[in-house]
């Protein structure tokens, strides 16, 4: 087996996701990049494109966080002048700035632990 030189560095990687007691993923990094897609374009149809993602498994995603978790992530915009959109609520806004700092000290600590 061939292995990468001393000067080549290496970072481990780990797999971060919350689940309920059922073993459903509530949140992740697939979620994460919907969410934050959603955001950055104002609508699940634009995110979706954006993503390479199909509009249902999109919204079918939102949907069973939003079930499973018993709050709305996002506030849907119908039609008129400029269209249609969504946007994120404040717990969307708060789970992706709780998500992803857990996610980084998780990479941070796991890096350390490597490196070690």
Do not use: C
Not at 17 to 46: C, M, P, T, Y
Not at 53 to 72: C, D, M, N, Q
């Amino acid at each position: 087996m061939e292995m990468a030189d001393a000067s080549t560095p290496l970072f481990s990687r780990s797999k971060v996701w919350l689940q309920d007691a059922e073993g459903n993923v509530i949140f992740g990094a697939g979620r994460l990049r919907i969410l934050k897609a959603i955001k950055r374009n104002g609508s699940i149809h634009a995110a979706s494109k954006e993503l390479k993602i199909g509009y249902r498994a999109v919204w079918a995603r939102i949907h069973a966080t939003e079930e499973r978790l018993g709050i709305k992530l996002l506030e849907k915009k119908i039609g008129g002048a400029r269209g249609g959109g969504s946007e994120l609520t404040p717990i969307a806004e708060f789970l992706i700035e709780q998500f992803t700092i857990i996610q980084n000290r998780i990479e941070k600590e796991t890096d350390d632990l490597f490196q070690e």
